[in-house]
């Protein structure tokens, strides 16, 4: 199985970024020997505050994207660093993701087999 890593990085506030990490990491459930997953650092940790609502962009709405991340068990990572940096009080519980320092992503990122920046 090969272990993609999609690091989203750029704001989802009038960007489409987001989104399409999302949107390419499911459509890779498509082939059996992928193993999507998803980290959102700098800006685009946003996207996982209460309130984000990128169904107003003609995006994904956070629910579908939430349904999706269930259904297949994507994990999602979002970095620390960057939550405090764009002070997000509180995050979307429906995104189930997971706390990463800043210090570990170099590690983090050396188990995938495929690193995509987005």
Request: no cysteine; aromatic share 12%; proline share 4%.
């Amino acid at each position: 199985m090969k272990k993609i890593l999609f690091v989203i990085y750029q704001a989802p506030g009038g960007t489409i970024w987001p989104n399409e990490g999302f949107r390419t990491a499911f459509g890779m459930y498509a082939e059996e020997d992928l193993e999507p997953e998803v980290l959102l650092i700098d800006q685009a940790a946003i996207t996982v505050a209460q309130g984000t609502e990128p169904k107003d962009l003609g995006l994904l709405s956070i629910k579908m994207v939430q349904r999706y991340i269930q259904k297949y068990d994507t994990k999602v990572y979002v970095e620390k660093e960057s939550l405090e940096k764009f002070q997000v009080p509180d995050m979307d519980e429906g995104y189930v993701a997971e706390l990463i320092d800043r210090a570990s992503i170099q590690a983090k990122l050396a188990e995938y087999d495929n690193v995509i920046f987005m």
